[in-house]
Nanobody
Framework: QWQLVESGGGLVQPGGSLRLSCAVS????????IGWFRQAPGKEREGVSC????????TYADSVKGRFTISKDIAKNTVYLQMNSLKPEDTAVYYC????????????????WGQGTQVTVSS
């Protein structure tokens, strides 16, 4: 039985940092593209960052380039999203998801999803 479990969300002040974790079981992350997505109230779910099976290719939304870093620890079967210089507009529920094959960072392409973790950036 597969499972993706996000953790690391919370309340942080603008300019602060958080590191999200996506612990995966039942799937081997080195065989799947893993993505981080977010959904703010009243908005559609959007791709934030994705990482290829081997971890050698990454993509970022323009809004987070230079601030967020995605990484994959194959030994721990876990994917991380380091978020720095956070802004209020980063406030959303963040989800991780897995896709077998492909490197399209679009929610429609992903099959396996976690339950999400809330990130709130506010002073």
């Amino acid at each position: 039985q597969w499972q993706l479990v996000e953790s690391g969300g919370g309340l942080v002040q603008p300019g602060g940092s958080l590191r999200l974790s996506c612990a995966v079981s039942g799937l081997h992350v080195h065989l799947y593209t893993i993505g981080w997505f977010r959904q703010a109230p009243g908005k559609e779910r959007e791709g934030v960052s994705c990482i290829s099976e081997g971890g050698d290719t990454t993509t970022y939304a323009d809004s987070v380039k230079g601030r967020f870093t995605i990484s994959k620890d194959i030994a721990k079967n876990t994917v991380y999203l380091q978020m720095n210089s956070l802004k209020p507009e980063d406030t959303a529920v963040y989800y991780c998801a897995a896709d077998y094959g492909g490197m399209v960072c679009s929610p429609d392409e992903y099959t396996y999803w976690g339950q999400g973790t809330q990130v709130t950036v506010s002073s």
